[in-house]
């Protein structure tokens, strides 16, 4: 029989936070704000305490943003075992470290604690479903990625996906519980190592180590060149549509002409693609698609009209 | 005899812009907008009419963030040669297209045509000054690369490096005239291909494009994935600072025993460098250095401060 969710999304009011350190206490002070009974299980001894502190101090800027009716901080619980944390929650968000024996371990633990309607994520930055879920027996069908970015309370982005025994309903229902918490879902088609996010991040951090340990760049040049930099484009477009916009009106295919043959050039080790007819038709088809008929001149007094208003909240003006 | 400027960065008060396409319309933009008088000089036919459009379109956002006294748009002219342009200008930015070739020789025709004291900064986002003014004969010294992100006139960074001929006068001097401008400057020690912004920046970009090539995910999912993931916290950090507090109190010495295994997985298709103990103690240490005595959790107080009020001025709010 396919796979069904316990309650329908809208119903779901319980959250189980598994594994509470940064990431998986930051969960926790999210689905508190927004409006959900949260329960936290942790095998430290001092994983209360750290929760309470990461809880009260993500709670002034998750205000400022706007609680949820009904949110309150008291709603958070710790429970005295894995099986009393989930056995009544609608979601369980499994935050444990990021060491795959440990992951298939403890995914096999809530797997049997959990009852079977109940979508079980792990905040895993880059395992796929199908290489954790190995020890899962009761019901893979529920089993997905759910990954954040720091701090999970403030950062919109989390990447969803299955393995190859995950039920379509179970993502789906993920996706939609996720987007009642306020996040911007990406819901990932394949199983690609690293997911989207941190493959571009962590192709820029490895970069980065290289040019530290080479002795090209110090840790303070790296973080002001993206700082003051692209950085400050991209939290506003994304890399894609960025490049659209310096190539004047003639928008990404003009970049992609002007701009091609320095992916020869020996900027960072890693080693370009070929900028093919296919690829370039890719980039150049997606960014119009992203334009959605905006003129490139229409995007650059958006992109800047939110650039100074980027720069004005930098500089607490 | 040493190099020496015609006149102290503060007496600066003529820019000449060489090349005006997006990135000299843009920095002719920034110089009128910081009171200088701008004189542009483009071989093109329609290079008038596409800088003031752009200049119009800059106007607005330059004026959000405050105008310099005196500052206007009727500074601006444009030469009918090179020569008039730079004749009496006390800066010169070149902008030509990015072709090494091209380069070389515009940067020796500016180089005949300027007076010796004056300053000559090429926009080139990668060629090193060595291996472009190969064919000055004048005043080598005073060649510097000076390397903006679009829009230059809102992006703050410009990474600034000599040459092997390059007087660190020249260099100290643009720094100056470039801070000004209300630059953030980036005074490289090296000549690597790329500086670092690019090389950074570059890293990411072709994982992109590989990703594409590999229908690993569309420009749409690749621009969410940063823009509402990482993006946001580069906007504010830098790479490694966000990291430091990814660690919890234990800042980037936990995160690097955490996640350091995680760089031999395959994530992104660039090899990962050895963390040895070495370069693991220049992350320590540089971030140390950034944090400046504040705690992991001062400085989470911060970036959460900042993150909000960059979301409430992403969304208009």
């Known amino acids: 029989m396919a796979w069904q969710p316990a309650v329908p999304v809208e119903a779901a009011r319980r959250v189980a936070c598994i594994g509470a350190g940064v990431i998986g206490g930051g969960w926790a002070a999210l689905f508190l704000a927004r409006g959900f009974d949260v329960t936290v299980w942790d095998p430290t001894d001092d994983a209360e305490q750290n929760v309470r502190r990461l809880v009260d101090l993500a ?48 995914l096999a633990d809530i797997d049997r604690a959990t009852p079977p309607g109940v979508v079980i994520a792990s905040s895993t930055s880059g395992y796929g479903v199908t290489e954790m879920e190995t020890e899962v027996q009761k019901v893979p069908e529920r089993m997905i990625v759910g990954h954040p970015f ?30 009642r918490a306020d996040k911007f879902v990406l819901s990932l088609q394949r199983e690609v190592p690293g997911f989207v996010g941190n493959r571009l991040q962590e192709a820029l951090w490895r970069e980065a180590l ?67 007819e296919a690829l370039r038709e890719t980039l150049v088809t997606g960014c119009d698609g992203e334009a959605a008929g905006r003129s490139v001149e229409a995007l650059v007094r958006q992109r800047d009209e939110q650039l100074v208003a980027l720069l004005k909240a930098r500089s607490g003006r």
Chains 1, 2 share one sequence.
């Not at 710790?78 to 403890?106: C, G, I, M, N, W």
């Not at 701090?151 to 987007?179: D, H, N, S």
Request: aromatic fraction near 8%; charge should be negative; include cysteine.
């Open 59 to 106: 709670w002034q800027p998750l205000s400022d943003l706007g609680l949820a009716d009904g949110a309150a901080r008291d709603r958070l619980t710790f429970a005295p075992t894995l099986e009393d944390a989930v056995a009544d929650a609608h979601f369980v968000q499994e935050s444990a470290p990021e060491r795959l024996d440990l992951k298939r371990r403890v």
């Open 210 to 276: 290289h040019m530290l340990a080479a002795g090209e760049a110090s840790v303070e040049e790296i973080d002001a060149a993206i700082r003051e930099g692209p950085g400050l484009r991209w939290a506003l477009m994304g890399p894609c549509l960025t490049f659209h916009l310096a190539g004047g009106a003639g928008g990404m295919a003009y970049m992609l002409d002007h701009f091609g043959p320095s992916l020869e050039a020996p900027w960072t080790r890693l080693t370009a693609p070929d900028l093919t």
């Open 150 to 179: 720091n701090p999970p309370y403030l950062i919109p982005l989390v990447e969803i996906a299955g393995g190859q025994r995950t039920a379509a309903e179970a993502v789906a229902w993920a996706g939609g519980f996720y987007r």
